[in-house]
Each structure stands twice: as C-alpha cells, then as structure tokens.
C-alpha cells in the first residue's frame, strides 16, 4: 500500500490522524485528509499544505455528499474521524451517536457507491467494558460498554464488518490503548500538567488514584497500525494495540511531577474505584496476535506518559 496509493484519512488533522498523515506522505502515497477541525488543528498538518500529493477537505462526515465527492478515486480509507472525549457521554448523550456511528455510516455508503474497498478504523479498548480477562484478547465477549463513547465505538465496528461482508470490502479494526504523544489536546495527562500549572502545590486526581491502565506512545501506535496492514490480509482483520504492562493514575501524577520538577506536591483524590460514569478502572490488552505476526511495542507505559509529558510541557 505504499506506492501513490490515493488515501483518504478522515480525521487526519487529529492527533492520531496527524501522525498517521505523516508517516503515509513519508511512504510516498497521495493523501486526503477530510476534517471538519472541530478538534484538529491545522498546525499539526501545515507542512503538508504545499505538496501537491496532499489536499485538506474542510468537511463533515454529517454531510453524505461531502464525504460521498471526498471518496471519489480513494484506493484506501483510514478512518480515524470521531468525537474522542469518553466524558462527554455523561452530559451530551447524542455527540457520539452523531460524530461516531452516524459518521461512519455516512463514510461507508460514501465508500459503497465509489466502489472503495479498503478501510481501517481505529476503535478503542473501551468496547470491552469491565473485561473479567486481563490482559484482555481480540475474542474476548460478551463485549458490554460501560461508556456511550464504547457503545458508538463498538456499534461502529459492527457497521464496519457487516458493509466488508455485504459488499466485498477489507477493513482493519484497531482497538487502543490510551495512545499519548505530543499532540494530545485531552486526556490524564494534559489534565494533570492543566491543573499543576494552575496550582503547583496541590493536584487532584479523580477516583482513588488506583486505576490501573495501558498506554502506548503514538509513534508506536502508528508503527503497529501500518505494520498490521501489511502483514495481515484476511477481509475483516481485528488487532488490540497497547503496550505490554500498566501504571496507575497516581504514578502518572508522580511522574508529571517529577517532569514539571515540582516538590512536596499534595495529592487529593475525589474518591471511588472509577474517575466518572463510564470509566474502565482497569485495562490491559492482549497484544499476543498482533506480536505473532511480527510486532511489539518497545515503550512501557511509563516511558510512554514520561516522554509525553516532558514534550508537552517543553511544549514541543
């Protein structure tokens, strides 16, 4: 797939989405990102801008003529395009059946008619709700979220794999870890640096701070992605990414700290085994599939958080 194929990205000025624009302009393919940047960010794709083997479409999925002219002439889609805040559920309960399942429904018809075949998407651990096996495999079930945000995300691979057997297509379903780098615009880690810029003296971590999750740097999220593509080919192929072991919500308030060079900083805990409605207390993937067919990631979890960290508070 990576001679001047023509692939369109869905999301591609997000955080993953950007990362994955620049290692497929770097294999030599001609690359269409569609964003509506809602949470995107043009920086993160300008110096894309001026090559003529890339195009950014200000689009929404909503809109199915837009992504229906946008998929004209696509050999391969990665569609990484979604509402990516799990918290938001609690207070909005529409957003992610809009930007999550109804997007992708309206990118599968777009595909369907112009006879696109290929697809990968990437879903997330969160469709497994409070697994019982740890580290949890792909065949794990029944799958049961706890969070809309997995609800969409998990209605979203079954629309993915019943439009592969319906109409011939191939498609790649990638279920995350939490994946951390430089452009994070949410999540722990951007939440902790937040609050300790605000008040270095003191910072609060939602539930008991005992939250045991994987976390996985972006560049090896991205290597993972790419490599399962190429290796794997069967029409509906499904792969966890993640690292190999966890670190607790209060490790990673430690090791912010210790980045931010902060000392004697208090922690406060709001209490409770979960940090709000719908989150996974616990999480660890089984990557043993995607580790038979060549691939594993080097980075811990906390080598992964550090490293994010420090570049997001350098603010590279």
């Known amino acids: 797939m990576y001679t001047k194929n023509r692939i369109l990205v869905t999301g591609g000025a997000g955080f993953i989405g950007s990362y994955l624009v620049d290692r497929l302009i770097e294999k030599g393919n001609i690359i269409t990102v569609f964003d509506n940047l809602s949470s995107g960010k043009i920086e993160f794709i300008e110096k894309h801008l001026e090559n003529p083997d890339f195009t950014l479409i200000k689009g929404d999925l909503l809109d199915h003529k837009e992504i229906e002219r946008a998929c004209k002439d696509i050999d391969y889609v990665f569609h990484v395009a979604a509402n990516p805040d799990v918290r938001l559920g609690t207070s909005d309960t529409k957003v992610h059946f809009d930007q999550n399942i109804l997007a992708s429904y309206n990118l599968l018809e777009a595909m369907r008619k112009n006879s696109v075949k290929k697809i990968a998407f990437t879903s997330t651990s969160t469709i497994y709700g409070e697994a019982h096996i740890m580290p949890t495999p792909e065949n794990y079930g ?23 057997h319906t109409f011939d297509m191939q498609a790649w379903v990638f279920r995350f870890a939490n994946i951390v780098g430089t452009r994070s615009t949410h999540g ?39 490599y399962a593509i190429e290796k794997s080919k069967k029409d509906v192929n499904i792969f966890n990414i993640g690292s190999e072991d966890t670190i607790s919500a209060t490790r990673i308030g430690d090791t912010i700290v210790e980045e931010m060079r902060l000392s004697g900083v208090r922690f406060t805990y709001t209490g409770g085994n979960r940090g709000w409605k719908g989150d996974v207390p616990r999480m660890r993937l089984d990557i043993e599939k995607l580790k038979a067919i060549g691939w594993k990631p080097v980075y811990t979890s906390e080598r992964s958080v550090r490293e994010t960290a420090r570049a997001l508070i350098k603010g590279d």
């Open 188 to 226: 722990i880690i951007v939440d902790f640096i937040k609050k300790l810029r605000e008040n270095p003296t003191q910072l609060e971590i939602l539930g008991d701070g005992k939250q045991e999750k994987s976390y996985l740097h972006v560049s090896e999220c991205v290597d993972a992605i790419l």
């Open 142 to 164: 029944p799958l049961i979220p706890i969070s809309l945000y997995g609800a969409s995300k998990l209605a979203c691979e079954a629309l993915i794999t019943s439009y592969s």
